[in-house]
C-alpha cells in the first residue's frame, strides 16, 4: 500500500465530488438533459472569468485553445507580439508559423517576467501589430507576467488585442478579464478548474470579435464564431465532451460556493507557504521576480538532480510532481498548489522534498526547517 | 422513478465497468502511471481498425477527426472527392471550402448509397483528384456506403488517398483497413467504443503518409505527424484526455474479450431485429437499399410528426432516441444498436415505439407484432 499524492502543475486532482458527478449514465448533447448542464456551465465560466462574453467551451488541451485564439482572429501576414519566455511562450510562435503569421518575439529569459516597456515600445514603433500574445503564469519557469499592465496598453489600441493564456492562471489568481480588458483569455480543464484534460475555454471581447470579421487563417474545429452562435442557443457546435460538462458543472457549483475571493486568497498562502517552505530549507526558486501563485518551480541544489529528485519523490514517497523541461531538465523541479489543494498538500511537498533530499546527502539545512516556515506562514506568523 | 434508456446514435450508453474505471483518482499523463495505459490503448486501437498503423488519439470530436484528415493531407487548391449523402457528407464540403481544398461533390440522395461507378469514372477522368472521402455509416440516413468497393478502385491509384469516416461504423461492421487498403481511417469514442464523447481516433496508411509530407494546409494541434512520432514514444503531443484514455483502456479490453467477429455478429443481428421489428409493426426503414448497421432511421407514417415521437419516447418511456436531421426533421427518427447494446434495448425500441405511435392513434399495425418480428430474429426463425 502506497498512497499517491498528485502535485503537478496539470493534470491537477480531481475532487471525488467531481468524479462521481462525472460516473453518472450518459446523456445526450442534443437532449433537454442537457440544457441544465449548458446553463449551469455557462453562468459559472462568466463568473469565473469576470466576463459578461460568452465563455466558449471546446473538447481539445490547451494548445486548442492556444491555436484557436490564433487562427480566430489573424490571418496569414499579420504581425503579432510573442512574449516568449518559457515553453508555452515558445508554443505561440510555432503556433503562428504553422498559421503564416508573422511573429515578433520578444524573448524573456527563462525565470524573468516580460518587461512591459518592451512591448509598449514595439507597438508604439508599428502600429500594425494585431495582437500581443503572452502566459500569465508560465508553468514551465513558475514565473507571473504582468498582464494587467501589458491590458492598460493594449486596451488604449483600437486595433490590437492582448491575448492571454490563463491555463495555470484563471482560478488561481485575480484575472478580470472585462476590468482590465483582456481581449482574449484562455484556459484548460486540469488546472484550477479541478477537472480531467480534455477541455479548453476561450473568452473573447468585443474588439477581437471585430478583428474575427477580417480574420483569414484556416480554421474549422476550432471555429469560435460557430461556437458562440451555438452557445447563445444552449448548444454546441460539436459534439461536446458530455461527462466533462458535467464535472465541470459540479466543479464551477464548488467555485461559487467558496467564492472567487477566497479561492484567490487560498493559492496566495498555499504559494507563499510553499515558497517560504522552499527556501526555509535553503533551497531557491527559479522565478527571480515575479513568481506565479499557481506552481513553485524548485532549483535542484548544487550537485543534485532534479530528474532524480522528481523521481524520488515519485518512488520513495508516491508523490508526483513535475520535472524541468526543455532547458530546465535536471535543473528544476516543480511543485503545484493549484486547484484542488489545500494546506496539508503542502506539508506534504515540502516534508517529502525534505526526507528525499536529506537521503539524497543534502546538508543544507536541518529535516523540517521548510515545514515550520511553511507552517508560520499558514498560521500567519 | 423513470427509468432511462440513451438509445440514440452517439453519445451511447457507457458500461459501468468504463465508467467506474474512469471514475480513479487523477494520474499525471508524463509520469509511469499511465504508460500501461497508452500501451494498452496502442495494441487495442491496432487491433480494432485491423491494422499495422498507429492508431492516433486527439482529444476532440469526430469533427476533429475529419478536419485532420484533410488539413493533413492536402494543400490549399488540390482536388478532392468528397461523397455527400447526408449532414456527414455535407461536412467534407464545409471542411474543403475552410482549408481552400477543392472539393468535388458526388451529390447521393439522402436515404441512397452512393454510386460506386461514378467516383471511379471521375478519378479515371482526372488523375489529379488526391482523395476520395465518404462516410462509411452516414449518421443522419442510417445509410451504408460501399467501402470495400471503393478501397478496391483507390488502392489501385498511386496519388489518391480513401478517407473513410467510420464514426458510426468502426466496431459495428468488419472494416478491415489495412486488408482493403483504406488510407485514413476515423473514429470517435461515443459510438460503439462506448465512452463519453471526447476523442478522436485517426488511423494512416503509408500512402497517405506520403501525401502528408507535401500537404500545406494549416495544422498545428491536429498535426498527426507530431502524434505519430509521439505515440511512437508511448506519448502525446499535448496534453491526453486522461480519464478518456483511461476508459478507453477498459473498453479496448471489454470488447477484446468479446471478439471482433462476435462484435459483429452481435451488431449485425440486433440491426437486423431492428428492421425487422420496425417493418412488422407497418413502418418503413429509410435507407432504401443499404441500411447500416449502427443505426436504424425510422420513416414517421403518414400523418405523425417524427419529432413527436421522438418526444413522446422520451416523455412517456425515458427512451432518449434522436430525431431527424436538417432536411429529415419531423420525416424520420433513428435509433441506434451501436456499441453497448443486447436484445433487450431492442426489445425497449420496438416496444416503445409501438406503444407510443397506438397512443398517438396509429393503426397500421397492433401492438407487439413489431415485437414479435424482432424476437424471430433474434432466436434465429
Chains 1, 2 share one sequence.
Not at 40 to 62: D, M, N
Not at 77 to 83: C, E, R
Not at 277 to 284: A, E, H, N, P, Q
Not at 289 to 311: C, H, M, N, R, W
Request: glycine share 10%.
Amino acid at each position: 500500500m502506497k498512497k499517491q499524492y498528485l502535485l503537478a502543475p496539470g493534470p491537477t486532482p480531481v475532487p471525488p465530488e467531481v468524479l462521481l458527478a462525472m460516473s453518472a449514465p450518459m446523456i445526450h448533447h442534443r437532449s433537454p438533459d442537457f440544457i441544465p448542464v449548458i446553463q449551469k456551465v455557462r453562468t459559472g465560466l462568466k463568473w469565473l472569468f469576470q466576463t459578461s462574453q460568452e465563455v466558449l467551451t471546446v473538447a481539445g488541451s490547451g494548445t486548442a485553445g492556444m491555436e484557436a485564439s490564433i487562427s480566430n482572429f489573424m490571418s496569414p501576414g499579420d504581425k503579432i507580439i510573442a512574449v516568449n519566455g518559457g515553453k508555452f511562450g515558445e508554443r505561440w510562435l510555432k503556433i503562428a508559423k504553422a498559421f503564416g503569421v508573422n511573429a515578433i518575439e520578444v524573448p524573456v529569459t527563462w525565470g524573468d517576467s516580460v518587461d512591459v516597456a518592451k512591448v509598449e515600445d514595439l507597438l508604439k514603433k508599428d502600429p500594425s501589430i494585431k495582437g500581443v500574445y503572452v502566459q500569465a503564469s508560465e508553468t514551465s519557469t513558475g514565473v507571473w507576467h504582468d498582464i494587467k499592465s501589458l491590458a492598460q496598453i493594449t486596451s488604449r489600441l483600437s486595433g490590437t488585442i492582448l491575448v492571454v493564456d490563463a491555463i495555470t492562471a484563471l482560478g488561481v489568481v485575480d484575472i478580470p478579464m472585462d476590468a482590465w480588458g483582456i481581449d482574449v483569455l484562455i484556459t484548460g480543464s486540469q488546472k484550477a478548474l479541478m477537472l480531467p484534460p480534455g477541455l479548453a475555454f476561450i473568452a473573447v471581447s468585443e474588439k477581437a470579435w471585430t478583428l474575427n470579421q477580417s480574420a483569414k487563417c484556416a480554421r474549422f474545429y476550432l471555429d469560435l464564431k460557430r461556437e458562440k452562435d451555438n452557445i447563445l442557443k444552449d448548444s454546441n457546435a460539436w459534439t461536446p465532451a458530455v461527462s466533462l460538462w458535467i464535472g465541470l458543472g459540479k466543479a464551477l457549483e464548488m467555485m461559487q460556493k467558496e467564492g472567487l475571493e477566497n479561492i484567490f486568497a487560498r493559492h496566495r498562502m498555499l504559494a507563499q507557504a510553499t515558497r517560504e517552505g522552499i527556501k526555509g530549507f535553503g533551497l531557491s526558486i527559479f522565478a527571480r521576480q515575479s513568481p506565479s501563485d499557481a506552481l513553485t518551480a524548485v532549483v535542484a541544489p548544487e550537485g543534485f538532480d532534479g530528474e532524480l529528485i522528481y523521481k524520488n519523490l515519485r518512488n520513495q514517497y508516491g508523490i508526483t510532481a513535475a520535472g524541468g523541461q526543455d532547458q530546465l531538465k535536471g535543473k528544476v523541479f516543480r511543485i503545484s498548489h493549484m486547484g484542488y489543494a489545500d494546506v496539508f498538500d503542502i506539508i506534504t511537498a515540502i516534508s517529502g522534498v525534505e526526507m528525499v533530499l536529506a537521503r539524497m546527502g543534502y546538508k543544507g539545512a536541518p529535516l523540517g526547517s521548510g515545514v515550520a516556515r511553511a507552517q508560520a506562514v499558514m498560521i500567519g506568523q
